[in-house]
C-alpha cells in the first residue's frame, strides 16, 4: 500500500523549532523528489520545499528561505523538514508528497506557532 505518515508536529512559541518527519511506504522512495506542503485555515495548500531525487538539490518558499531545511534518509524512506525562527503565520497543518506523479494525501501534522 502507497502511504505517507506524517509526524512531529505541535505547539511551539515564536522562535522555536520542530522537525517534522514523513515516513513514505509502498514505492520506491529512492526514485521520486519529495516535497513539503501545508495548508493554513481558510488557505489553499502551498509548497513549502522540495528535495531532488537526483542530486538532493533543494527549493524552499521565500516564506520559509533561510529558517527550514529539507533533508532525506533513502535508508529509512523518510523526508525531514527542520523549521527553525518559527513565526506564528507558519501556522498550518503540513503535508509530505511525491513532487510529481503525487499520491493520496496523507493526514498531515499540525503546526501551531504561538506568539
Known amino acids: 500500500e502507497v502511504q505517507l505518515v506524517e509526524s512531529g508536529g505541535g505547539l511551539v512559541q515564536a522562535g522555536g523549532s520542530l522537525r517534522l518527519s514523513c515516513a513514505a511506504s509502498?514505492?520506491?522512495?529512492?526514485?521520486?523528489?519529495m516535497g513539503w506542503f501545508r495548508q493554513a485555515p481558510g488557505k489553499e495548500r502551498e509548497g513549502v520545499s522540495c528535495i531532488s531525487s537526483i542530486d538532493g538539490n533543494t527549493y524552499y518558499a521565500d516564506s520559509v528561505k533561510g529558517r527550514f531545511t529539507i533533508s532525506k534518509d533513502n535508508a529509512k524512506n523518510t523526508v525531514y523538514l527542520q523549521m527553525d525562527s518559527l513565526k506564528p503565520e507558519d501556522t498550518a497543518v503540513y503535508y509530505c508528497?511525491?513532487?510529481?506523479?503525487?499520491?493520496?494525501w496523507g493526514q498531515g501534522t499540525q503546526v501551531t506557532v504561538s506568539s
Open positions: 508528497n511525491r513532487l510529481v506523479n503525487k499520491i493520496g
Open positions: 509502498g514505492f520506491t522512495f529512492d526514485d521520486y523528489a
